[in-house]
């Protein structure tokens, strides 16, 4: 079973940038894509960006392109999200999720999210 | 990038009632159609793929159906732990993105 293990919560400054980690144990690491997700305080859930691994490299969702990257390091094991000029709109929780099989954007597994918080 | 929209917002509804809610897509996606279910501090769950295939251990009273741009979730006899927020979301596009959400409650 596939488990998916983020980095703690972190409080940024505006104008700063951030680093979530997603660390994958328990199955072959990103054999399927990870795709990050996030909820902002009461809100729904929002695609930020994500891998496929035929396609090589991330896609993201449009409002975010340019700010935000998506990268991995197969030997640790780890996915990861940087968010540069953050703003006080990018206080959410961010949860990484992965497909369980070749089913793409389909998030069979998903972390147990990442509080950022963007305070003055 | 594809729009989702969901309607209601939220509903309100007594333990065995039956629920609907719809789902569409600002452009046609097959059945590339997933619905998850969320409850309060909890990441969300994979109820349904591909518009209508039940995940291995969700209860049969979840169903889905539909194709194109218009899909729906129903809940039979509803539970109190069907208590929660429901998304849909597709994964037609390269680039995913869900619904709005419907917030299910108890009346």
């Known amino acids: 079973q596939v488990q998916l293990e983020q980095s703690g919560p972190e409080v940024k400054k505006p104008g700063s940038s951030v680093r979530v980690s997603c660390t994958t144990s328990?199955?072959?690491?990103?054999?399927?894509?990870m795709s990050w997700v996030r909820q902002a305080p009461g809100q729904g859930l929002e695609w930020v960006g994500g891998t496929i691994p035929k396609f090589g490299s991330a896609n993201y969702a449009q409002k975010f392109q340019g700010r935000v990257i998506i990268t991995s390091d197969k030997l640790s094991s780890t996915a990861y999200l940087e968010i540069s000029s953050l703003t006080f709109d990018d206080t959410a929780v961010y949860y990484c999720?992965?497909?369980?099989?070749?089913?793409?954007?389909?998030?069979?597994?998903w972390g147990q999210g990442t509080l950022i918080t963007v305070s003055s | 990038d594809i729009q989702m929209t969901q309607f209601p917002s939220s509903l309100a509804a007594s333990v065995g009632d039956r629920v609907t809610i719809t789902c569409r897509s600002s452009q046609a996606i097959s059945s590339y159609l997933n619905w998850y279910q969320q409850k309060p501090g909890e990441a969300p769950k994979l109820l349904i793929t591909?518009?209508?295939s039940l995940q291995s251990g969700v209860p049969s009273r979840f169903s889905g159906s539909g194709s194109g741009t218009e899909f729906t979730l129903t809940i039979n006899n509803l539970q109190p732990e069907d208590i929660a927020t429901y998304y849909c979301?597709?994964?037609?596009?390269?680039?995913?993105?869900f619904g709005p959400g419907t917030k299910v409650e108890v009346k």
């Open positions: 328990g199955g072959t690491f990103n054999n399927y894509g």
């Open positions: 591909a518009a209508s």
């Open positions: 979301q597709q994964s037609y596009s390269t680039r995913a993105a």
């Open positions: 999720a992965t497909p369980r099989n070749e089913r793409r954007h389909v998030f069979d597994f």
